[in-house]
């Protein structure tokens, strides 16, 4: 009876369509190392990414924004559901053809500490998925990573350095650069400047934008920073306990929440101008996010929700068009 | 005007390292009134923690080395032993961190560790008063079913919970100044709203004054009357809330609010990022630390640092030649 967000009726705009992601961890235990019950990170997200936008994905620490975007990518199998990548059946594919689909979806992570190999320079970071998809002969790949260097705006001088000798905002820019390689058509990029300061954060920013338009990339945009995401994304999708709650063109989720649990988010947020705070109401809730392993009857949301009746706790609202292009997973929106 | 509650003086904070001396913190000057409470903001190694923990003493020394004057209602933090220490910290002034998980000791209830900050300072008590006590405290912050919660050990209990234990033994003795050091950062913004709240409730209630340290303007702007904006270990600009967001003055207070995408931001609005990066402390640039990323740089300010000088608008100081 779920019933499921209708792709865009023209579907040649939609590059990633998502119905029905479940992703469940199981947790061993007792003598035997038997499951004994599962953590339920993602459990039924619908959601679809048009070619040339960029989706924000976001929600609290634990409400399966990460592991969504993994699940997207194959980089985690997902227990259920459908991920297609232009019409591409993804998670069905043999791991070779996933291996070859990789080309077309990169990933930029969050800590760029960890995630460039310390033993590796610069240059061989970023020519490693070049050589692994035979992009040409020795000087053809150094020529592309002295190129892909210039892009994300570092001195091409740099390619025999080591990531150490990076600041965190410049080593994010290799991670973009690696990223880029392949010429991949979609991006998903989760957290990638949560561990940078607000000055670096805004180069970080803007780059990522110019980069969307000089290579067309579909970009998926992990993170909790809700100013952030507005800033970056088109629409937004906001998940809790491992569902989308709601999905919207980021103005009109901003300026118009329909489910309580993004007002509540939205009210949450201090803005930097002292004038606005003395005037806002606070939407302050109570307790903290339930556990995944034992989500909450109903609507996940309805023991910290204001709004709460009989049918929430029974009756798993779906996500609807509640209006257009607005679809909220509530049975008292607004 | 009211007697200071904290006055800081020339304070320098520098560590003798391997590499060179690291100026943390150099010459930094500012004063807090009872009760009000300050926001202290800056970007990561901007020396704004070293500034705090300096002030309660909690510098290593050797390799740090502290310098200038502390005066805490008008005696001087500098000229005390150790023992003198320890009987003001935790009692006339507390200090909340970051991160909930390590500041908590794992081995004791939450209950024991309260109940044991308020024994150390008042002596009077006995165990079962300061037991009593402990319950209170963590009524008062809000956490449920207190008498049950006391009896449980600090993994029993979410972040938000935790950073609320945190605030319940930082006040149980009624200090006249908390200092809390990125206490929302590692928690989730629906849980910093209830953690901020709290704060700003309690402060009030019992007129501690607070000294918040964040890298985040939008908290600043939620909870502080007053702001110093520090950059490579100096105070670059320091006024009232309202002045630091509607008209700031020092070209990096400037650019710091610019970088910000604001919730309220119209699309598409192109974010206007400071250049570079922040200057490496063993090695500051000579003359204004902020003049290598300096839309507004002249020769002077490669030369020359720039005291703090009042702007011509009330309190608000900054330290630029050439403030807006």
């Known amino acids: 009876m779920t019933q499921q967000i209708e792709t865009p009726v023209a579907t040649g705009t939609t590059l990633i369509d998502v119905k029905g992601l479940k992703v469940h961890f199981p947790i061993k235990g007792g003598l035997l190392g038997r499951t004994v019950a599962h953590v339920k990170a993602v459990d039924g997200v619908d959601l679809f990414v048009r070619k040339g936008e960029t989706l924000g994905l976001v929600g609290e620490s634990g409400c399966g924004k990460s592991t969504t975007g993994r699940a997207i990518l194959q980089l985690i199998k997902p227990t259920a559901g459908s991920v297609k990548l232009n019409g591409v059946e993804l998670t069905t594919l043999p791991p070779g053809e996933v291996r070859k689909k990789r080309a077309e979806m990169q990933m930029v992570f969050q800590d760029p500490y960890g995630s460039l190999n310390p033993r590796f320079t610069v240059g061989q970071s970023i020519s490693e998925p070049l050589v692994n998809f035979h992009k040409g002969n020795e000087k053809a790949i150094r020529d592309e990573v002295a190129h892909l260097l210039e892009v994300v705006g570092l001195n091409p001088a740099f390619v025999n350095r080591f990531a150490h000798e990076f600041s965190g905002g410049q080593r994010q820019r290799i991670g973009i650069a690696r990223a880029l390689a392949l010429r991949p058509s979609f991006i998903v990029a989760d957290e990638p400047v949560s561990a940078l300061d607000v000055s670096i954060q805004a180069q970080v920013l803007n780059l990522l934008e110019d980069l969307q338009e000089e290579f067309n990339l579909t970009y998926l945009f992990v993170a909790h920073n809700l100013s952030v995401v507005k800033h970056i994304s088109d629409r937004v999708a906001v998940m809790y306990l491992g569902r989308v709650v709601e999905l919207a063109d980021s103005e009109d989720l901003y300026e118009l929440p329909l489910h309580p649990y993004t007002q509540a988010l939205l009210s949450a947020i201090p803005v930097p101008d002292p004038n606005v705070e003395a005037r806002r109401k606070r939407i302050i809730l109570e307790g903290d996010v339930p556990s995944p392993v034992n989500p909450p009857s109903g609507c996940n949301f309805h023991p910290r929700c204001w709004k709460a009746q009989e049918i929430c706790r029974e009756v798993i609202p779906p996500l609807e068009e509640k209006q257009s292009n607005h679809f909220a997973a509530c049975h008292f929106p607004g | ?324």
């Open chain 2, 1 to 324: 005007m009211a007697e200071n509650l904290l006055e800081v003086n020339n304070l320098k904070t520098y560590f003798f390292t391997r590499a060179g001396v690291v100026k943390a913190v150099d010459d930094v000057s500012f004063s807090m009134q009872p009760g009000e409470t300050l926001g202290v903001v800056g970007e990561s190694g901007c020396g704004k923690s070293v500034t705090a923990l300096s002030v309660m003493r909690l510098v290593a020394t050797p390799p740090g080395k502290i310098t200038g004057d502390i005066l805490f209602n008008g005696d001087n933090i500098m000229d005390k032993n150790r023992d003198e220490l320890t009987e003001l910290r935790g009692s006339k002034i507390s200090m909340i961190f970051q991160d909930p998980m390590t500041s908590l000791n794992p081995v004791f209830t939450i209950g024991y560790q309260i109940a044991e900050t308020v024994k150390r300072h008042r002596k009077d008590l006995s165990n079962d008063q300061a037991w009593k006590r402990a319950i209170e405290m963590l009524d008062l912050v809000r956490i449920p079913d207190a008498k049950r919660r006391a009896r449980n050990f600090p993994h029993e209990f979410s972040g938000g919970m935790r950073q609320r234990v945190m605030i319940a033994i930082a006040l149980a003795c009624n200090p006249q100044l908390l200092i809390a050091d990125e206490p929302t950062t590692a928690l989730d913004v629906t849980i910093q709203a209830q953690v901020l709240e709290l704060m700003k409730g309690l402060s009030k209630e019992f007129g501690t004054a607070v000294m918040l340290i964040t890298h985040d303007l939008g908290v600043v702007a939620a909870t502080c009357e007053y702001v110093n904006v520090m950059y490579a270990g100096h105070i670059v600009e320091s006024a009232p809330v309202k002045q630091i967001f509607e008209t700031p003055a020092h070209p990096y207070t400037v650019g710091l609010l610019h970088s910000i995408p604001r919730l309220d931001d119209q699309r598409g609005v192109r974010l206007n990022p400071i250049a570079g990066q922040p200057p490496d402390l063993l090695n500051p640039p000579p003359g204004c630390p902020y003049a290598p990323r300096c839309p507004k740089v002249q020769l002077r300010c490669r030369q020359e640092r720039p005291e703090l000088k009042p702007v011509g608008r009330g309190e608000q100081v900054a330290a630029c030649f050439y403030p807006d």
